[in-house]
């Protein structure tokens, strides 16, 4: 289980604060541009420190290890591809840090790229792409990472609603018994294929609450930001 124990994140003015256990599957965070969803997956990651509190897995406490030292696996709003490298070698580096990859891995490398529909664009340098096709050759490096974590930072902002709707299946499909923490702006990703969702407002994260009873009986603040 991924636990934020009485976590209290601050950046100058800015402060956010969660105490709340995420259960495996998918999780929405939803809330209004600038409340600090991205932040929190940042903390869980490794890359920002609360003032207090803990991240725990499984009960073993993550908060003051870097991020290669955590069982997570993050999809950031940039995609954050390395611009020498292919395609192909962009995503290997979900399995071997060091892209000494085997056959094998070569051929789970082709397949992952198959399925967000990159069969054809492994030999490229990511600024040869669009937006959303970075978009999902990030998704093929999560998807290969064996991370029981796996944080997805808005991350098909850039698709058309039927790609947009193809990969979150895939998600749904591909991370199933992970935990999954899912950034969007949009109701309905979550409505889609989340098990649960947090309302981000306010300088509070909320507990988890199941989909359906999230929108079905809406806090002020939620309601105040769907309008």
């Known amino acids: 289980m991924l636990t934020l124990d009485g976590l209290d994140i601050r950046q100058g003015d800015f402060r956010l604060t969660a105490d709340f256990t995420v259960p495996p599957g998918i999780t929405a965070l939803i809330g209004p541009s600038g409340a600090g969803k991205s932040t929190l997956l940042s903390v869980i990651a490794g890359f920002f420190a609360p003032v207090a509190g803990r991240v725990t897995w499984d009960a073993d406490d993550l908060t003051g290890r870097p991020p290669g030292q ?4 993050m999809l950031f709003q940039d995609n954050n591809l390395f611009p020498h490298l292919t395609i192909a070698q962009n995503v290997g580096l979900g399995l071997r840090p060091d892209l000494r990859l085997t056959q094998a891995d070569r051929a789970l490398v082709t397949a992952a790229l198959d399925q967000v529909g990159l069969a054809n664009f492994a030999a490229r340098k990511p600024g040869a792409l669009s937006g959303g096709q970075q978009s999902r050759a990030a ?41 999954v923490l899912l950034v969007t702006h949009d109701p309905d990703d979550a409505r889609r294929v989340a098990d649960r969702a947090v309302l981000v407002a306010q300088g509070v994260a909320s507990m988890p609450v199941a989909t359906g009873d999230f929108f079905a009986n809406p806090p002020k603040a939620l309601r105040d930001y769907l309008g």
């Not at 955590?70 to 696996?73: A, C, I, Y």
């Open 70 to 73: 955590r069982p997570v696996s």
């Open 139 to 179: 998704l093929a490096r999560v998807l290969l990472a064996d991370r029981p974590v796996v944080l997805l930072d808005e991350p098909f902002a850039a698709l058309g609603p039927g790609l947009r709707a193809d990969m979150l299946g895939l998600v749904r499909e591909r991370l199933a018994g992970r935990t």
